[in-house]
């Protein structure tokens, strides 16, 4: 298993940048997938970014962004810190939720993979974007 903890949210106004991070430990974010989510009042929680390592002996891997967030979302990771990071630029009020970090050990291809997919989750941390 493996325990997450993020933060980083907070008030933003429309087109700032905020960074979120996501600490790991009891195991290596290299054995995972790795995930951002987000969850909007009275909505059902989405798949915002996610990231999976190539291969256990590259620094580098695949990731998958949410339609929405392409071009202004990135994720990345520090293997050393073992942390994944979410930066998001351009922010838009409906960016607005609380965002989780997640990992889980499936293969299913990013594209595809669905949240109950993953089996680790951290506490969330609030991201309000105002106009």
């Known amino acids: 298993q493996v325990q997450l903890v993020e933060s980083g949210g907070g008030l933003v106004q429309a087109g700032g940048s905020l960074r979120l991070s996501c600490v790991a430990s009891g195991s290596s974010f290299k054995s995972w997938t790795a995930g951002w989510f987000r969850q909007a009042p009275g909505k059902e929680r989405e798949s915002v970014a996610l990231f999976r390592w190539d291969s256990p002996n590259l620094n580098y891997g695949t990731t998958n962004y949410a339609d929405s967030v392409r071009g202004r979302f990135t994720i990345s990771r520090d293997g050393a810190k073992n942390t994944v990071y979410l930066q998001m630029n351009s922010l838009k009020p409906e960016d607005t939720g609380v965002y989780y970090c997640?990992?889980?050990?499936?293969?299913?291809?990013?594209?595809?993979?669905?949240?109950?997919?993953?089996?680790?989750w951290g506490q969330g941390t609030q991201v309000t974007v105002s106009s």
């Open positions: 997640a990992a889980g050990r499936s293969l299913t291809p990013l594209t595809t993979m669905r949240d109950y997919e993953f089996s680790s």
